[in-house]
Structure formats: structure tokens, C-alpha cells
């Protein structure tokens, strides 16, 4: 199948790397829409935009299923998207509230992810007795953008936004953001070990591997046929070093300007 992704930046490669690992026999297109990084300070007209954009884009991909890679345009725009591409979309923000135990949860997600009150709402209309406890991180993205990961900077900041959900005693951490897994080795550091990480890109690729294994019925025993094309709309020279550091792989990348009409697929 030929799936398709998107992110801001390289926070959809923790969501390629799940789907990879349950689903290898695939062909991926992943967007990074650079040129407008951080997506989580945005508001809702200018997500929207966004979301409008992509999926047209997509549209003239040739996909067959659609990922939502980012976090921020689940929350405010899942409705655009799903309606400008007649493909399966699987989406995190559903995809992790339906999974979830615990009676005490915390999120961490950006600035305008947490104002939408998404996983909130969706947590709640799985198993309404939660208390849930939402936590903005604006200095997270630019940090693990610059492969700031591993500093005194990000632990002092991790520190400070972890303090008000330790406080209310959550049992589990959802990374509502999908920069945030590429932190785990700090986040694990600094939480109790009683507290859970949850990553949604799990449920997200489950629901995918369920869907591929209905649909397909023909589960291809050879692995890691992956076939992997990148495309960003700035800074070209930059994302192969990245894909290459955090995916391990050196893959071509191509320019793209959203705004321009007429694709080719
Ligand atoms: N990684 C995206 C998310 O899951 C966007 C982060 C950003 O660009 O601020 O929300």
C-alpha cells in the first residue's frame, strides 16, 4: 500500500517508525511542512489553512490510506482532512484515547493542541470517569528540532512541565505530540517508574496493521520492503541529516510549494 504522512517537522517519524515496525511491506510518502515549524502556537484559521493545503496536496499522491502524523492538526482540523481525501484516515488522537486504562492521565502536547481540549474530550468519551490534566510544552519542538535533547536546557524545562501533573498523581503520560517520543529516554528519567508513557502512534499503527490485514488478506512474508520518499517544503539540505539520524536512513528529499495548484503524482 502507499501511505501517506505528514508532520511539521520530523515528529512523524516516530509515527513512521511504529508503522514500519507493524506494517513494513509499504510504501511511504512523508511531508515535512518546514517552512511554517512550530505548527503548536498556530491558531485555529491558520491550522485549518494548513490542513487544507496538505490534503490537497495529497490528493494527487496517489495514496491509500492517509496518517495523521501530527498531533496539532488532529486536534484542530481531523474534519478538513477527512474530507478532502476519499482514503482511509487514521488519525492518533482517537486512535490513543481508545486505549486508555488508567483513572488518572496527564498530556503533554503543544500550546494549541492543549486549548482544543482534544484528548480531553476524546478520553472522556471512551471511559467519562477520567481526570485528565493537559500540560502546553512550547519550548519542546524547537529544542528536539535542534537535536537539543540531551541538554541541562531541556531537563530543567521537562522538569517544570512535568511538575504540575506529578502533582496530580497521574498514573499515565500520554505524548500528545509527536516530537515528544524522540524525548522518552529524558521524560523516563525524570517520571516515577509507576508512571506509564503512552505513545499514540502504537494504537495509531495497530488500527493501520488491523485495516491492512482485512484489506489486503495477502500479509507478504518478506520484510522491510520499505520504500521511503521525503518531501519538505524548506530547508533541503538539512532533513536527510535529520532522517538520517533519527530513522537511519540517507533518502532523497524533494521540494515542494503547497501553495502551488495542478499536482502530479
Ligand atoms: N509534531 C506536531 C504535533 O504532534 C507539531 C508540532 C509543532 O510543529 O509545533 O503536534
Known sequence: MRLGLFDSGIGGFTILKKVIELCPNNSFIYLADTAR???????????KKIA????????????????????????????????????PVFDLIGSAASTIQESRVGVLATPSTVK?????????????????????????????????VNSDEITEVATRYLQPLLKQKIHSLILGCSHYPLITPLLTEILPSSVKLIDPAEALALNLKLFMDLKTNNYSK???????????????????NKANHWLNVFPEVNLVSLQKKGWVS
Open 222 to 240: 518478506k520484510k522491510n520492503l520499505v520504500d521511503l520518499k521525503f518531501y519538505v517544503t524548506s530547508n533541503l539540505k538539512n532533513f536527510p
Open 116 to 148: 482544543t481540549k482534544a484528548y480531553t474530550n476524546a478520553i472522556l468519551e471512551f471511559k467519562p470517569n477520567t481526570y485528565v490534566i493537559e500540560q502546553p510544552c512550547p519550548e519542546f519542538v524547537p529544542m528536539i528540532e535542534m537535536n537539543n
Open 37 to 47: 515549524l512550530p505548527y503548536g502556537v498556530k491558531t485555529t484559521n491558520e491550522i
Open 52 to 87: 487544507e493545503e496538505i490534503s490537497y496536496w495529497f490528493s494527487y499522491q496517489n495514496i491509500d490510506a492517509f496518517l495523521v502524523a501530527c498531533n496539532t492538526t488532529n486536534a484542530i482540523a481531523l474534519d478538513v482532512l477527512k474530507k478532502n481525501l476519499d482514503v
